[in-house]
Nanobody
């Protein structure tokens, strides 16, 4: 399994931007599909975005299309989530996760990071 550590969360005003990073170790990063999920207080964990092993394919939840961008740097064993035009409803703990095939449900992911808090508030 791969070990994952997120960073880059914090407090941002509505309309602002943040970039989350997720550093991987312990296995061949480039052989994993990577995803981002989020969980707001009192809500289920939900899919945000995923990216293929090479980075050539991406998939987004409808509520982040046009605002968030997932990318990866296999040389640095890192996946990123660039978040623009943030809204208060984007407030959540954001998790990165790894799996072997493109997937959008949390049950399909094998490895998880510890999460990074993102708070969007004025």
């Amino acid at each position: 399994q791969v070990q994952l550590v997120e960073s880059g969360g914090g407090l941002v005003q509505p309309g602002g931007s943040l970039r989350l990073s997720c550093a991987a170790s312990g296995s061949t990063f480039s052989s994993y599909v990577m995803g981002w999920f989020r969980q707001a207080p009192g809500k289920e964990r939900e899919f945000v975005a995923s990216i293929s092993c090479s980075g050539g394919s991406t998939y987004y939840a409808d509520f982040v299309k046009g605002r968030f961008t997932i990318s990866r740097d296999n040389a640095k064993n890192t996946v990123y989530l660039q978040m623009n035009s943030l809204k208060p409803e984007d407030t959540a703990v954001y998790y990165c996760a790894a799996t072997r095939t493109m997937a959008t449900t949390s049950e399909e992911y094998d490895s998880w990071g510890q999460g990074s808090q993102v708070t969007v508030s004025s």
